[in-house]
């Protein structure tokens, strides 16, 4: 397990599959640094290594009551005066919705998650389209929607979309794809010994949007924000008060924190070590998974966590550079273990000036309706279902 054979099995990939790799962002350098923790760890006989390195180093605290503001209340004058800005902004064509799309299409039984029906026929893609008709027309112009898909999911989707006569500025682009490694460090191959595919994760999104041309197109024609959101969250669409209240800040990111609830895990904002492209570090309210957390620190002395959902200014997410982390990952793919690096969206945090505001998950204002598996679905149903009659997504 040495980096000459891993290299030479880079040197013999077959031809198509490393030009595929390339145009997705492939890094042929970047796995091989990536894979010498790997031959070190097979030497030596132990794993600790991974955990030390994902985790952060410095100080952690948890953010203050003040860090994480409630949303503006409907009906206050606040909340009026935010919504008449966010639609201003709306109809100067200065927002993008994005959604991410992409994965391995495993999780929902081999289905492409955008092609499950949610309710009563509709899928995702289904309603997150008639939720963008409902928006450009009360945008009085069409308000682009983009959506990140992966190798396993792009072309199900575009067929969908084309089926569905979508409009012109909806669009897809494809996320990364990275190749799977064995535990020392060796290309992990499938049943039929083909090297093994992957995408890379959702904090892909700023490259691959990059490499779109997308967004670059978007600024050129005065665009100003992007709003992230995974797809299958239908909670977690346009809300004007919530726009008006990212433009009125000085922040280039507003994410959208939700209460915890019991047995919630995930990414939450805390204050810590940030290093930016040119090595300085600073100290920032930022958003890290709980394995991130130094050793000691209690995730459940903070009472939000992000739910993937970002407000984010469109020139610095074109320009900003980030100095990824690629999180090592063990999955088993036909049975057998297989390791895969990964990055995060939430690295932004670390890297840009942030924002946070805590959103509702209850009721026909909840943003947070995650669908992970069949079973969340089924549990879910009814309130996806209220929350999108709401949102005219039907």
């Given amino acids: 397990m040495t980096e000459s054979q891993l290299r030479d099995e880079i040197a013999r990939l077959d031809p198509a599959l490393r030009a595929r790799l390339d145009a997705h962002g492939f890094d042929a350098a970047r796995l ?8 070190a760890r097979a030497q030596a006989q132990s794993g600790a290594e991974r955990e030390a390195r994902n985790r952060v180093r410095g100080e952690v605290t948890a953010p203050s009551p003040g860090d994480v503001p409630d949303a503006p209340s409907p009906g206050t004058p606040e909340h009026g005066r935010l919504s008449a800005a966010g639609l201003a902004a709306l109809r ?7 959604v991410m799309a992409g994965g391995m299409a495993t ?16 899928t995702f893609l289904d309603l997150r389209l008639r ?20 190798e396993a999911t792009d072309g199900p989707t575009r067929a969908a979309l ?8 909806v669009a897809t682009f494809q996320q990364d794809a990275g190749l799977r490694l064995t535990r020392d460090g060796l290309l992990f191959r499938d049943e039929a010994g083909q090297p093994s ?8 999104l700023p490259d691959a949007l990059r490499r779109s041309g997308l967004l670059a197109e978007f600024v050129r024609r005065g665009g100003r924000t992007v709003w992230i959101a995974n797809l299958d969250n239908l909670g977690a669409s346009i809300d004007l008060a919530l726009l008006g209240l990212f433009l009125e800040g000085g922040a280039d990111v507003m994410v959208e924190a939700a209460p915890k609830q019991a047995g919630d895990r995930g990414g939450i904002p805390v204050w810590a070590d940030a290093e930016d492209a040119g090595g300085r570090t600073t100290r920032r309210l930022q958003v890290l998974e709980e394995f991130r957390l130094p050793l000691g620190f209690d995730a459940s002395s903070v009472r939000v966590f992000n739910t993937n959902t970002f407000l984010v200014r469109a020139e610095p997410l074109l320009s900003t550079p980030v100095r990824w982390s690629w999180f090592e990952i063990e ?17 932004l945090t670390a890297v840009m000036t942030s924002s946070y505001v805590r959103v509702p998950r209850e009721g026909p204002a909840a943003r947070f309706l ?4 069949h079973e969340e679905l089924a549990r879910r149903r009814e309130v996806i279902r209220t929350v999108a009659s709401a949102r005219g997504m039907v």
Avoid at 197 to 204: E, I, K, L, P, Q
Avoid at 370 to 373: E, H, L
């Fill in 32 to 39: 091989l640094a990536l894979a010498g923790p790997l031959w």
């Fill in 92 to 98: 100067a064509g200065e927002l993008a919705f994005c």
């Fill in 107 to 122: 999780r929902m039984g081999g289905v492409v998650k955008a092609l499950v029906e949610a309710f009563d026929g509709h």
């Fill in 131 to 150: 939720e963008n008709r409902t928006w450009s027309e009360r945008a009085r112009r069409p308000v682009p929607l983009w959506l990140m898909t992966s």
């Fill in 162 to 169: 084309e089926a569905a006569n979508a409009p012109p500025h």
């Fill in 197 to 204: 595919t992957y995408a890379t994760g959702h904090g892909d």
């Fill in 331 to 347: 999955k088993k793919v036909g049975g057998r273990p297989a390791l895969q690096f990964e990055r995060l969206l939430q690295e």
């Fill in 370 to 373: 995650p669908v992970k598996d």
